[in-house]
């Protein structure tokens, strides 16, 4: 269930802390269950990779204490629907100024040429108590879920209409030593490809305009993917804004690893060749040794 499946990617959370930058993806047709992976349902054993991810983190946060760490966490959530940003959490930012600047969401990069993305509101998780801190991603969730872009489909009865983007931002300290850590975890839910014919978004201009755009941006990932495993020496990044967003984690200075979500259905077994394809494809993608984001007191560590 869903235990095994955070098993098998909870290395790739503990890199966040140690200062990568880490990717996970979840990929697959409409209706595959790419959601219920990233996010689950529930307090119990249905639980997905988000709220276990940042409940490794506190436990482990907590556990680094003892060596003289603190550590800072805060998350941002954000959607890419049609090509256009949008934060999911600007109901939680008391700061009307920020609320009227929503459509403003751009990706920026600063002098080290890390990317960021200016006006999305960031929320403090508290480390200090681990319940509190549970509750305070229970409620960036419910806040997130409330914002973001569904529809009902003839595939799917709620069809996420856009890519969204979980953060989880990491910065450390060794009150002893001096020394500090810088790492994020981006957590993906991907849109669903679709086909018209089944999905029946032909039907609604919306809609339509909706599964365009998602399976453009789908396929300009794909183009990166396909860069990046040729070796070749420019990367398509910039065309999408979710390449372009994630592209410190795709570029080689971090992690990434993408889940493949299959219907079980017959009727979707087409679907499931051509992302099985598509798995082949990344599987063959070498990013090379990722950078760590540490500074020590006497200088830049990066191993």
Not at 18 to 31: K, N, P, R
Not at 67 to 72: I, L, P, S, V
Not at 160 to 172: D, E, K, P, Q, Y
């Amino acid at each position: 269930g869903q235990k095994l499946v955070f098993d098998d990617v909870s290395e790739f959370v503990q890199s966040a802390l140690d200062g990568y930058q880490v990717c996970l993806f979840s990929y697959g047709q409409t209706g595959s269950g790419k959601t219920h992976t990233m996010q689950g349902s529930g307090n119990g054993g249905m639980r997905g990779i988000i709220p276990r991810a940042v409940e490794q983190i506190l436990n482990q946060v907590q556990k680094m204490k003892e060596q003289r760490w603190k550590f800072n966490v805060t998350t941002s959530f954000l959607e890419i629907y049609n090509e256009e940003l949008r934060d999911l959490l600007v109901s939680m930012n008391g700061d009307k100024k920020a609320k009227s600047e929503q459509a403003k969401l751009t990706i920026r990069r600063e002098k080290s040429g890390k990317s960021y993305v200016s006006n999305l509101t960031k929320i403090e998780i508290d480390t200090a108590e681990f319940e509190e801190g549970m509750q305070g991603l229970k409620a960036v969730m419910a806040s997130a879920a409330r914002t973001r872009s569904v529809a009902c489909t003839k595939m799917n009865s709620v069809s996420s209409r856009s890519h969204s983007v979980f953060m989880l931002h990491l910065s450390g300290m060794n009150e002893e030593n001096g020394t500090t850590v810088q790492g994020a975890l981006n957590l993906c839910d991907l849109a669903g490809s679709e086909r018209l014919d089944r999905s029946g978004a032909g039907n609604n201009a919306q809609r339509l305009k909706e599964t365009q755009s998602i399976n453009k941006s789908l396929s300009c990932l794909g183009d990166v993917f396909t860069s990046l495993s040729n070796g070749s020496s420019h990367v398509p990044y910039r065309n999408s804004k979710l390449t372009y967003l994630l592209q410190d984690c795709l570029s080689g200075d971090g992690k990434a690893l993408m889940f493949v979500n299959l219907s079980p259905t017959q009727a979707s077994s087409n679907e499931s060749l051509c992302s099985l394809r598509f798995a082949q494809r990344v599987n063959q993608v070498e990013l090379g040794k990722a950078t760590k984001h540490v500074q020590y007191r006497s200088g830049i560590g990066s191993r």
